[in-house]
């Protein structure tokens, strides 16, 4: 059993910043890939961000690359997500997620991960 915790969601103002942090219990955390997803209300939950188990290989949603940043330490069982120059667009519910099907390769769709946290929500003013 993998339990996830998020943290660092809140409000912030259109340009601005935030650091998301997930940390896990329970399982090897370095035996499994990690996502980071986003639902908006009334929109389905897309994936943000993947890493792969030695954060080597990375996946990014067309519309955040350049912008945001995932990122893992192994040795804290932590997975993060820079985010900069937020957009309102970007104001969801946050989820991270744990696949332990898979270390080396990433998976997009959220049906593939196995554990999830309980969301933070990110809000962007304009």
């Known amino acids: 059993q993998v339990q996830l915790v998020e943290s660092g969601g809140g409000l912030v103002q259109a340009g601005g910043s935030l650091r998301l942090s997930c940390a896990a219990s329970?399982?090897?955390?370095?035996?499994?890939?990690m996502g980071w997803f986003r639902q908006a209300p009334g929109k389905e939950r897309d994936v943000v961000a993947a890493v792969n188990w030695s954060g080597g290989s990375t996946y990014y949603r067309d519309s955040v690359k350049d912008r945001f940043t995932i990122s893992r330490d192994n040795a804290k069982n932590t997975v993060y997500l820079q985010m900069n120059s937020l957009k309102p667009e970007d104001t969801a519910v946050y989820y991270c997620?744990?696949?332990?099907?898979?270390?080396?390769?990433?998976?997009?769709?959220?049906?593939?991960?196995?554990?999830w946290g309980q969301g933070t929500q990110v809000t962007v003013s304009s």
């Open positions: 997620a744990a696949d332990l099907r898979r270390a080396f390769n990433i998976r997009t769709h959220p049906k593939e991960y196995d554990y």
């Open positions: 329970g399982g090897t955390f370095s035996a499994y890939a």
